[in-house]
Structure formats: structure tokens, C-alpha cells
Nanobody
């Protein structure tokens, strides 16, 4: 059974840093594009960043470019999101998601057409002083 479990969320002051992890089990991460999404209260879910299965090509939302870094360790079956210079508007529940896309060297933050069919339960990130 495919499972994704996020961790690393918490309360941090503006300007601080957090690293989120997403541990995958029940499948091999190698064949999947992976992504982070977030949803703030009263707002729609938005794509934050993704990383392809081949060549590890990355993509970021404009709102996090230069501050967030996505990475993956397929040997550990784990996805990461390093978040620096956090702002109050980064407050949200962060979800990791997987899309079966072997040998594909691009990734997308769209969830249409059946993309990203597998999701974790989310981890809360709160940026506040």
C-alpha cells in the first residue's frame, strides 16, 4: 500500500527556517515525480514545488522561488522541502504528493488530468511572531 507521511512542520518566527520531510513507503520513489502543495485556511490548495523522477528537474511557485528548495533521496525514499526566509503568508498545511512518471525529466504543479493521485496527510507550518 502506497503511503506518504510528512513531518517537520511547526511554529517558526518570520525569517526563520524549517525543513519538511515526506517519507514514502509501499512504492519506489525512483519512478515518481514528487511535489509539495500547501493550503491555507480559506484558500485554495496551491502548488509549491515539484521534482521530476529523471534528471531531478525542479519547478517552483513564484511566491517561494529563491527561498524554498526541494530535493529527494531515492535511496531513503524521502522527499524534502527546505524553507528559508519564511513569511507569515507561508502559513499553511503542507502536503507531499506523488505522480507515477518514470523516466520523465519535467514536472508540473498542476493536479488536473489525474496527476498526483497519492497524497500525504499534511503537516502544519505556522509562521508567526
Amino acid at each position: 500500500q502506497l503511503q506518504l507521511v510528512e513531518s517537520g512542520g511547526g511554529l517558526v518566527q518570520p525569517g526563520g527556517s524549517l525543513t519538511l520531510s515526506c517519507a514514502a513507503s509501499g512504492f519506489t520513489l525512483d519512478y515518481y515525480a514528487m511535489a509539495w502543495f500547501r493550503q491555507a485556511p480559506g484558500k485554495e490548495r496551491e502548488g509549491v514545488s515539484c521534482i521530476s523522477s529523471s534528471l531531478y528537474t525542479t519547478n517552483y511557485a513564484d511566491s517561494v522561488k529563491g527561498r524554498f528548495t526541494i530535493s529527494r533521496d531515492d535511496a531513503k525514499n524521502t522527499l524534502y522541502l527546505q524553507m528559508n526566509s519564511l513569511k507569515p503568508e507561508d502559513t499553511a498545511v503542507y502536503y507531499c504528493a506523488a505522480e507515477y512518471a518514470p523516466t520523465v525529466s519535467i514536472c508540473t504543479l498542476l493536479t488536473t488530468n489525474g496527476r498526483y493521485s497519492d497524497w500525504g496527510q499534511g503537516t502544519q507550518v505556522t509562521v508567526s511572531s
